[in-house]
């Protein structure tokens, strides 16, 4: 199946410094990914939907000048946690369509951000 | 898209057949019924799909009701690299370009 990569898978910060995720889809193109974000013991919440040379869309109650989206290629998304606190810990993790026959979407392997 | 329910969690045997019910009685004719399943600190991963036929592939089998307000999603031979959270979702199928809405799941616990 389709790979979907993200980068880095780990990252240590100090409250008030910004973080960006890397999230690439290897062997397919994707105009579109989305982004979620995963809090310990809880599911899956869908943060934005990021569109390839347009504005990402943001779910509601979604900072987003505190999440700053990026889709710069058609296998290259970034997310920027801007000003990070503690709260902003959390698993977060993308995902890209395929858009073809079953609609099947590759979700990446996640980044695990603690905001110290 | 429907809204789903399905036990916060089960046990199965090693080597059993895992059983995991789903009920989505609000479900529409265009919508299908989607598995993804999460195995802990990695991100989902999909398992199979379907719409009122059932599936089967070399993961999974997808048990539909004939009124299609529930499902059930098979794992022949349960192995401890099952244990995950498995997600049901309904979703139409022109809902490539959408995000997924993920319920709690049902945590399965394999058992050696």
């Known amino acids: 199946g389709a790979v979907v990569s993200q980068h880095p898978s780990r990252v240590i910060c100090k409250s008030g410094t910004s973080v960006k995720i890397e999230c690439r889809s290897l062997?397919?193109?994707?105009?579109?990914m989305f982004w979620y974000r995963q809090f310990p013991k809880q599911s899956l919440m869908l943060m934005a939907t990021?569109?390839?040379?347009?504005?990402?869309?943001?779910e509601q109650g979604v900072e987003k000048d505190k999440f700053l989206i990026n889709h710069a290629s058609l296998t290259l998304s970034t997310l920027t946690v801007t000003s990070a606190h503690p709260e902003d810990s959390s698993f977060y993790i993308c995902?890209?369509?395929?858009?073809?026959?079953?609609?099947?979407?590759?979700f990446g392997p996640g980044t695990r951000l603690t905001v110290l | 898209d429907a809204k789903t329910t399905q036990p916060p969690s089960m046990d199965c045997a090693e080597g059993r057949a895992a059983n995991l019910p789903c009920n989505h009685s609000?479900?529409?004719?265009?919508?299908?019924v989607y598995w993804y399943r999460q195995i802990h600190s990695q991100g989902p991963q999909y398992i199979i799909h379907?719409?009122?036929n059932n599936e089967t592939n070399e993961m999974a089998s997808l048990i539909i009701t004939e009124d299609r307000k529930s499902s059930t999603l098979i794992l022949p031979h349960a192995t401890l690299r099952d244990t995950a959270v498995y997600y049901c979702?309904?979703?139409?199928?022109?809902?490539?370009?959408?995000?997924?809405?993920f319920g709690k799941g049902t945590h399965l616990i394999i058992q050696p």
């Open positions: 995902s890209a369509p395929t858009l073809q026959g079953n609609n099947e979407q590759f």
């Open positions: 062997d397919f193109q994707a105009t579109t």
């Open positions: 990021s569109n390839e040379g347009s504005k990402a869309t943001y």
């Open positions: 609000t479900i529409s004719g265009n919508e299908y």
């Open positions: 379907g719409l009122k």
């Open positions: 979702i309904v979703r139409s199928s022109g809902g490539g370009a959408d995000g997924l809405t």
